[in-house]
């Protein structure tokens, strides 16, 4: 622990980069992989209802992130700034509370899923043509759904102090028992909806014996043990709503997606599998700029708890530019080999002719996803979380479903899949906004 902690005060940036970054760009990869491969999988059926089916499947999977990342990134931020104050206590309390809720949240969502599976599929929008498989993948997942809470927060978890290989390795062995797996179940025994939804079950499985054996046997700071959950309920607030932000954007994602999809529903399920398969390109630059942003988020954390603001100062400054710079290459490459990554998925001509216009309205995000991601980070991890929570509710409700509804009456379909790159605009100048006003009052 006490290198990991050299690192976080004194290290460089670009050990820093090497050391937090490139293990949480890694994981974001990997979740990226591990949502395509279901959908490639699946492609290969040829069947467009099958991969509609799994957008619609989408935002639920997606709501179950949002509550494990609510615990997930709120506990690893409440921890990290205990860790930089030498806070032993808090840190062995907040891990054992975080471990209950994430039991809680995963038997809640298991009856949720296994009961009302097929009035969440028609809520979700599924037709006549893909309700049963919507309602096939929900139940499996339901059943789950503990093991995905699990893996989910105490992949956060970990992180706290510096640890981010380990998150890197757990997350690693999940997705490529998904893969596998996917490929075994679905084109092997023709399992279809099943077989990619009892992959991504094992595959968290996987993962959560990973994080248990690390915690045991490695991690003497934090516990399971109910023992202390007591001592950590006074902090529940804090885990609260330092995990608000990023949670409260994932689950109004979520929300969004299902009034999207439905909208999108309208124009048919070959629109909503081309807009699944051109969201992926757009998905996988937004997760890695993500994914370099929150890897900073214990070095910016831990120097907050210090009061370094020099240091945190030029973390913000370098990640700015490294993030732009990134997400510009990165764009520019989907852009000329978009069709190479439709038909990757799903060789339909439909589908392709739709998708190129598709994929060019998911990536126009790239350039500028990094600085938003950025102003979340900042307020998040320096305790402001009323700033960072108003600012993810602006981009993922507030701002986005005005301008969802008005892109689709003025341009149908296509309005429908630019109004993401639309928002970013305006959910940008707010986060620079709030991300100026609280850095002047520290």
Avoid at 4 to 10: C, D, F, K, S, V
Avoid at 274 to 279: K, M, N, P, R
Avoid at 378 to 406: C, E, M, N, R, V
Avoid at 410 to 416: E, L, T
Wanted: aromatic share 10%; glycine share 10%.
């Amino acid at each position: 622990m006490k290198k990991n902690q050299e690192l976080l005060e004194t290290g460089t940036y670009p050990k820093l980069l090497l050391n937090l970054c490139l293990p949480s760009v890694i994981i974001m990869l990997v979740m990226v992989v591990y949502n395509m491969a279901d959908t490639y999988f699946i492609g290969q059926t040829g069947d467009s209802a099958k991969v509609a089916a799994l957008s619609l499947c989408s935002p639920v999977f997606s709501i179950l992130s949002g509550l494990g990342t609510l615990f997930g990134s709120g506990g690893c931020t409440t921890i990290s700034l205990a860790l930089g104050k030498k806070d032993y206590a808090t840190v062995k309390s907040c891990s054992s509370l975080c471990f209950v809720c994430s039991l809680v949240i995963g038997f809640a969502m298991l009856l949720v899923l296994t009961v009302g599976a097929s009035p969440i599929g028609r809520f979700l929008g599924a037709d006549a043509d893909t309700l049963s498989y919507t309602v096939s993948y929900l139940r499996i997942i339901g059943f789950g759904a503990p093991l995905i809470s699990f893996s989910n927060i105490f992949c956060n978890i970990v992180r706290a102090d510096g640890a981010a290989v380990e998150s890197m390795i757990a997350n690693l062995l999940g997705t490529i028992a998904n893969i596998v797996l996917d490929a075994v179940f679905i084109l092997g025994l023709s399992m279809d909806i099943l077989g990619a939804a009892l992959a991504t079950v094992l595959g968290n499985l996987l993962s959560s014996l990973f994080l248990l054996r690390y915690l045991f046997n490695k991690q003497s700071a934090y516990s399971l043990h109910p023992k202390y959950v007591p001592i950590g309920i006074g902090k529940l607030p804090q885990i609260l709503s330092l995990g608000l932000p990023l949670a409260c954007s994932t689950i109004l994602m979520s929300v969004s997606n299902v009034i999207a999809n439905r909208m999108m529903m309208s124009y048919g399920s070959v629109a909503l599998a081309a807009q699944g398969v051109a969201g992926k390109a757009g998905s996988m630059i937004s997760m890695l700029l993500m994914g370099i942003c929150m890897g900073l988020q214990p070095a910016i954390s831990f120097n907050c708890g210090q009061g370094n603001k020099k240091r945190i100062g030029q973390i913000l400054r370098n990640t700015a530019i490294f993030t732009v710079a990134l997400g510009s290459l990165l764009s520019i490459g989907c852009f000329l080999f978009r069709n190479q990554l439709i038909t990757a998925f799903l060789d339909d001509p439909e589908v392709i002719a739709y998708g190129q216009v598709m994929v060019f309205a998911s990536i126009l995000i790239g350039p500028f996803y990094g600085i938003y991601q950025l102003c979340q980070t900042f307020l998040q991890s320096t305790g402001k979380a009323s700033y960072a929570t108003i600012t993810a509710l602006l981009d993922k409700g507030l701002f986005y479903l005005p301008i969802l509804l008005l892109m689709e009456h003025f341009f149908g379909m296509y309005g429908i899949a630019f109004s993401s790159a639309v928002t970013l605009f305006f959910s940008i100048l707010a986060g620079l906004y709030f991300s100026r006003r609280w850095s002047r009052r520290l």
